[in-house]
Every structure is written in structure tokens, then in C-alpha cells.
């Protein structure tokens, strides 16, 4: 039974244009990988824009030499086809997510030659009329569409994790639904009147749900939602969401201006990537750091002779010179004084002296 289920996993193979997915409770399974719901997302955001622009380069390679293909006829022609095409899918299927995925080699990298090989497809492909042709074009015009897609979610994302989650004060689902209320409320009101449309978050996707063998957790059997997309675009909508439902979204680090999956309930401003200029030390250690020294550069001269005084009774107490309780009382009574200096009832002077008569 195992294998019989393991098989079902593991033995599908996938194109740029039809691939599976399985999702469970906050998980996403990729291939033989499972991640948080919304890191693929992540993962997609922090990309450089320099590698969108290579991939536009590769497809304008491509595409002429496609449309070449229905006139010359010849084999060098779908030789050259076939290579500037497969130029184009070195870069797609390293993309997050693809590369997780068994590719069907031969139907990617060798299109061209099993078409021509192919009587009764060749000639549906040359006639204007057939849905052969259409398809034909639908590679063509898909892989154009391929980066416009990829960038207008990015920026699409990129507005909503600006503009309507990173002020929120709570990080949870509940929080998120609000926020993405408000967001689908301006966004339905700026279609209508600019495009004279709807705001359509409609994803096409055949859903089916099957007996999945955990791929990390060994014996571990559950119900999967076996999910099957026709882009990468529906794909990491879908998982945006799901991960917004789940209490995952992404946030932009503090420090180096990456994004981060902030998982539910954390409230977490930096990455914990290495930082920018560090070797070893991550955002999250950097921020805290600068976090405090921006506090005490910060603080009233008030606080910070609350802090000498603070350090000097910890001191104390760690030697043995007082005890657990005289260490409590002294700190109340030092925060007590602070306070009384704050509401103008203390001078600095009169404060340090007493300060340090404790």
C-alpha cells in the first residue's frame, strides 16, 4: 500500500504549463519538498528583476525563430527552435517551484523534433484553422506573457505587504482578512473605474484529493489536496492566499529589504539571512542590536541613570553583596524614583544622589 502511494506521488512528470502541487493543513509539497504555505511566494519576491529581463531576452530569441519553423520546414530550422527554446527553460524550470519538480524532458527539451516527427500534428500546426495551430501560438504567446505575469504579481504582492499588512498590530489570520478586505474593497472600486471591470481573484485549478505518504516524516499517512495548475502565476496566487489564511504572510526585512514568510502569531521585523556587510551575524541579530542602540540613544537622562543604576545592583546581587529580595526592592524603589523624576517631581541632581544611596 506504501508503494502503491508513493507511486502516485512521485512518478508524474510536468510541463511549464500544467504542473501538481499538494497541499495540507499549512503546508505546500513540491516534488519530493515541502515548505510553509507562502514561501514559493517568498521565494518569487526576492528574485532580481535583471534575471526577469533575461528570460524576456531569451523568449524575443525564441519566438522568431518558432514563427521561422511553419516556413522553411526543415529540420535545422526546428534544430534552432529547439535550442533557443531550451535556453528559455534553463532559466523558467530554476525558477522556485519548478525546480523542485520532475520536468517532462523530452516533451520540453525536444519539442520541436517530436512535432515535425509527427505527420498528423505537423500539419495541424500549419493549417490557421486547426486547434494544432492555435496551440502552437499559445506556446508563443504564453512564454511572451510569461515575465509581464510574473512581475505585475510581484508588484501586485508588493503593494498589499507595503501598504496594508506591515502597519497591522496584530500578525494572524484575522488581522490579514481585514487588511485584505480593505485592499479587495479599493482595488474592486479602482477596476471599475479605470477598466470599467471586476477585480478578479479567480484562479483555474483541478482539484482532487488522494492518500499521500509524508516525504520527510517516515509511516506518516494523510489526506492530501492535489492540486493541479495551468501557470505559474495561478499557482502562487493560490499559495499567497492559502498562507494569508493560515496566518503567513510575507514581510519586507528591516535591514536588508529582503522579503521573510512571517509565520502566524510573530511579530518579527528582520530576516534571519546573513545581513548585508556581515559574515556570520544574520538581520534578525543586527536589527536587535541596533534596536537597542537606537533605544538608549533615545533615552531621557532620567533612564539612563536608571540603567547605571540597574547594572551596578545586578553586579551586586550576582557577587552575593544582597540578596534576592533587597535586589527586588532596590529596583523597585530606583524605578519608583525614575518615574517621580519624569512627572517633574525630582531634579537630575537630587535623583542621582539618590540613585546612588541604593
Known amino acids: 500500500m506504501a ?23 499549512d503546508r505546500v509539497f513540491i516534488g519530493g ?40 520546414k ?5 534544430a534552432l527552435a529547439q535550442e533557443r527554446l531550451n535556453a528559455v527553460w534553463e532559466l523558467i524550470f530554476a525558477l522556485p517551484v519548478y525546480r523542485d519538480l520532475k520536468m517532462d524532458e523530452p516533451c520540453n527539451y525536444h519539442t520541436f523534433q517530436r512535432l515535425m516527427a509527427d505527420k498528423e500534428k505537423w500539419a495541424q500546426v500549419q493549417d490557421p484553422t486547426s486547434e494544432g495551430y492555435a496551440k502552437y501560438q499559445g506556446i508563443m504567446i504564453g512564454l511572451i506573457c510569461f515575465t509581464e505575469g510574473l512581475r505585475s504579481f510581484r508588484q501586485l504582492i508588493d503593494k498589499m505587504a507595503d501598504k496594508y499588512l506591515e502597519p497591522l498590530k496584530y500578525r494572524n489570520s484575522s488581522a490579514y482578512a481585514e487588511a485584505y478586505s480593505c485592499f479587495y474593497t479599493q482595488m474592486l472600486s479602482a477596476s ?3 477598466f470599467g471591470d471586476d477585480f478578479e481573484q479567480g484562479v483555474p485549478v483541478e482539484v482532487s484529493f488522494v492518500p499521500m505518504m509524508h ?27 492559502r498562507g494569508l ?94 518615574a517621580q523624576s519624569e512627572r517633574g517631581e525630582l531634579t537630575d541632581e537630587n535623583l542621582k544622589r539618590l540613585l546612588a544611596e541604593l
Not at 516525504?215 to 495561478?234: R, V, Y
Open 245 to 338: 489564511a493560515a496566518g503567513n504572510a510575507p514581510r519586507r526585512c528591516h535591514n536588508c529589504g529582503r522579503y521573510f514568510l512571517l509565520t502566524s502569531g510573530y511579530n518579527i521585523c528582520y530576516c534571519n539571512n546573513i545581513a548585508p556587510g556581515e559574515t556570520v551575524r544574520t538581520c534578525r541579530k543586527v536589527g536587535a542590536h541596533h534596536k537597542e542602540a537606537q533605544g538608549k540613544a533615545n533615552h531621557t537622562p532620567a533612564q539612563k541613570e536608571y540603567g547605571k543604576t540597574y547594572n551596578r545592583l545586578k553586579a551586586r546581587k550576582q557577587r552575593g553583596k544582597i540578596s534576592e529580595g533587597e535586589w527586588n526592592d532596590a529596583v523597585a524603589k530606583a524605578q519608583e524614583l525614575v
Open 215 to 241: 516525504p520527510t516524516e517516515e509511516g506518516k499517512i494523510f489526506i492530501a489536496e492535489k492540486a493541479t495548475f495551468n501557470s505559474l502565476i495561478d499557482f502562487l496566487q493560490t499559495e499567497f492566499y
Open 33 to 72: 519538498k515541502d515548505y510553509p504555505v507562502g514561501q514559493c511566494c517568498v521565494d518569487i519576491l526576492n528574485l532580481d528583476e535583471s534575471l526577469f529581463d533575461e528570460i524576456s531576452q531569451r523568449v524575443n530569441d525564441f519566438t522568431p525563430a518558432a514563427r521561422n519553423l511553419l516556413i522553411e
Open 3 to 25: 508503494e502503491e502511494m508513493e507511486r502516485t506521488e512521485f512518478e508524474y512528470t510536468y510541463t511549464y504549463d500544467q504542473f501538481t502541487v499538494f497541499f495540507y493543513g
Open 74 to 78: 526543415t529540420d535545422s530550422a526546428a
Open 192 to 194: 471599475a473605474q479605470v
